[in-house]
């Protein structure tokens, strides 16, 4: 809250945003993107909120040359929030069908991975994308474990919450995606892994998204090796918690993962694995 008393009858009308501020603004933030940048440019006029629904519902540049796919992932990701089976947005959900269907019309082999899929939305929005492939979700269906030292303070507050149910995530399949052949593997990342490990050959899509340091630390080393010349890591918390962005950047750095990150919305972001030349 902001300490600077108000004059007194100052107007109750919520200030004007001047195009030159929102310029200069822009202009003083180049690393972020532009939705970011315009978005904190219009939040102290609370205007943040219904425009960042807006652009998130709206379609990125390349859902444009694909509105029947973009359309049907909208209203797919609709009928998934309203049923309690995600708490992703729409850009991010759409993202993940996205990246899937690159894998089936580029032939990039593997498995479709959701690590940290809570009731199974984000791994239903996968398997629309490419409905034949093996799914696997993972998830401890405990919610979130207590965050570790490389987790922000405000971390805490979540232990123990998010609370899914693997009962939901076979629901969500039987009314979204009935063919899709789908694993679901309950318990804590570090015993569900070394189970599932062996049954799981090759990955084209791995969705990261358990939150925490050592959870994206632990589904990076065990999983990204086995991910395929063509396909994606995507990171769901990346610009949402410390933690996520720095398991991230240390295990990029730690083996040479050049390839740059792409933004999908303000919290996550993916990469491609290069195809050898
Ligand atoms: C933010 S939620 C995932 C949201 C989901 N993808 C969706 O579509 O809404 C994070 C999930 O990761 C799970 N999780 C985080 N760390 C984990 C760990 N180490 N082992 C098992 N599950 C974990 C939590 O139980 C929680 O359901």
């Known amino acids: 809250m902001s300490s600077r008393a108000e004059p007194r009858g100052a107007s109750t009308l919520p200030p004007v945003v001047s195009i030159r501020r929102l310029v200069a603004a822009i202009e003083d933030a180049p690393r972020l993107s532009l939705p970011r940048r315009v978005g904190r440019r219009l939040r102290p006029i609370g205007l ?59 032939g990039v082999a593997g498995a479709l991975l959701d690590c940290g899929c809570f009731n199974g939305g984000s791994t239903v929005m996968m ?3 490419a409905p034949s492939r093996d799914v696997w979700a993972f998830d401890s269906f405990e919610g979130l474990p207590a965050p570790g030292p490389n987790d922000p303070e405000r971390a805490h507050d979540w232990t123990g919450r ?30 569900s892994f070394p189970v599932a490990l062996p049954q799981i050959d090759t990955v084209g899509l791995l969705h990261v998204d358990g939150d925490w340091y050592e959870s994206v630390k632990l589904t990076l080393e065990t999983f990204e090796p086995r991910v395929q010349a ?8 990346y610009g949402a918690w410390e933690g996520a962005r720095a398991a991230t950047d240390e295990y990029r750095s730690a083996q040479s993962i050049t390839t740059p990150l792409v933004e999908i919305d303000r919290t996550a972001t993916y990469w491609r694995k290069p195809v050898a030349a």
Do not use: N, Q
Not at 170 to 183: G, K, Q, Y
Not at 230 to 237: L, N, P, R
């Open 230 to 237: 063509g396909g994606f890591v995507v990171i769901d918390d």
């Open 48 to 106: 943040d909120v219904p425009l960042g629904r807006l652009y998130d519902t709206a379609p990125s540049r390349s859902e444009l040359a694909r509105m029947r796919e973009y359309r049907h992932a909208v209203g797919l990701w609709r009928h998934l929030r309203a049923g309690g089976y995600t708490m992703i947005d729409s850009r991010r959900a759409r993202a993940l069908s996205r990246l899937a269907r690159a894998c089936e019309e580029e």
């Open 127 to 129: 398997a629309a994308g």
């Open 162 to 191: 998010l609370v899914a149910s693997e009962e939901k995530v076979r629901e969500a399949f039987r009314r979204f995606a009935p063919s899709t052949p789908l694993h679901v593997v309950k318990g804590w990342f570090r015993d």
